[in-house]
């Protein structure tokens, strides 16, 4: 799902409406609010055709489907059962849908140029996707009970806490399968790399029940799980012909791109947003913006004065010149202060962090 293009979209709509009705002017709902909205409607879960590479998927227990497979609200870092009836009832919210879908990736996903697809999977969170569910215990422990999502994919994994993650296998049909934890993947300082630990039991299977999810080492104890198709519940696919693929062109094999790279130095060069060159008053950029400029870059009342203050600058020298703004001022200052409401609340880019501003605000 891909959030940006759907904040984008809702922008011109917003736009075009408020000029067209000249009056009070409103901006689309940042994603983080949108996600607190209730969420109504009628579904009968329906199986994916098959447990596959790429699949979005819903986790319920096959024998009732009455419990779902949740991502904790907040950080996004450990999991809950849920009422599958609260999902679409109104009593839950676009949020809650969206932490209680997963997506499956083979273990070779990012290789199938020179790899075949090994018919192993990490299971992502679909809010969280640099992230897997991993094993809450200690590297080079043979075996574990709980679970919480832990870093996949980084520029630097040293820079984030035990990343690592479970490689799982399914045994059984869409409608009922059990979840083999087979192997595990941990962070090896060496080779700054995941690896597979090789003190890991493949004894381990997920069960799920109303009094929460956990690890079990024998498989007649394990859940049997219906693999829902998340398209059903919230339909944010892209197929082929629409909108953002209008060529209709098929998922391609070749590996995925290695991370960008000074040309000077042959350094990887990925920042997190919280180290924009923007941030002041250490960065780059934030030195080489004139002061006078760089009091209006603030998310707060004084920021927002100076703004509105440059505004009636330019009109005023507009006006001299005969000439005036397209638009009202109170539009652009609408703009303004919607763009600064936005905040990360999935972790969909590589250096996106939950809860920053996804416009560098300096102040």
Request: glycine share 6%; net charge negative.
């Amino acid at each position: 799902m891909d959030t940006r293009h759907l904040i984008r979209s809702l922008l011109f709509s917003a736009l075009a409406t408020c000029i067209a009705q000249a009056a009070d002017f409103h901006a689309p709902a940042p994603f983080v609010k949108i996600m607190e909205r209730a969420f109504t409607k009628s579904w009968t879960p329906q199986a994916v055709s098959a447990i596959e590479n790429r699949s979005h998927i819903l986790l319920l227990d096959a024998e009732t489907k009455q419990l779902c497979l949740t991502v904790t609200s907040g950080n996004l870092e450990g999991f809950e059962v849920s009422a599958v009836s609260s999902l679409n009832d109104g009593t839950g919210t676009y949020g809650k849908i969206l932490r209680s879908m997963f997506q499956l990736q083979d273990l070779n996903i990012e290789n199938q140029a020179t790899m075949s697809l090994s018919g192993t999977y990490t299971i992502r969170p679909e809010l969280k996707i640099y992230y897997g569910i991993d094993a809450n215990a200690s590297a080079g422990t043979s075996t574990a009970q709980s679970l919480l999502i832990n870093r996949i994919k980084g520029v630097d994994l040293s820079d984030y806490s035990n990343p690592g993650h479970l490689v799982f296998t399914f045994s059984g049909s869409p409608s009922s399968a059990k979840i083999q934890a087979s192997t595990r993947y941990v962070y090896d300082s060496s080779s700054k790399a995941l690896v597979q630990d090789s003190s890991w039991s493949a004894n381990h299977w997920i069960r799920m029940d109303a009094d929460g999810v956990r690890l079990v080492t024998t498989e007649s104890e394990a859940t049997g799980f219906f693999f829902a198709s998340a398209y059903d519940l919230l339909d944010f696919a892209n197929q082929t012909g629409e909108s953002f693929n209008p060529a209709g062109i098929d998922w391609q094999t070749n590996s995925f791109a290695a991370w960008p790279e000074n040309p000077g130095t042959g350094e990887i060069e990925v920042n997190s947003i919280s180290e924009s060159q923007l941030n002041g008053p250490d960065g780059l950029a934030y030195k080489d913006i004139d002061a006078n400029y760089r009091e209006q870059f603030g998310s707060g009342a004084e920021a927002t004065a100076i703004a509105s203050a440059y505004l009636d600058q330019i009109e005023a020298a507009l006006a001299n010149a005969g000439e005036s703004l397209r638009y009202p001022k109170e539009l652009y200052l609408a703009v303004r202060e919607n763009m600064l409401s936005h905040t990360f609340a999935a972790v969909d880019e590589v250096n996106a962090e939950l809860g920053e501003s996804t416009i560098r605000t300096i102040m």
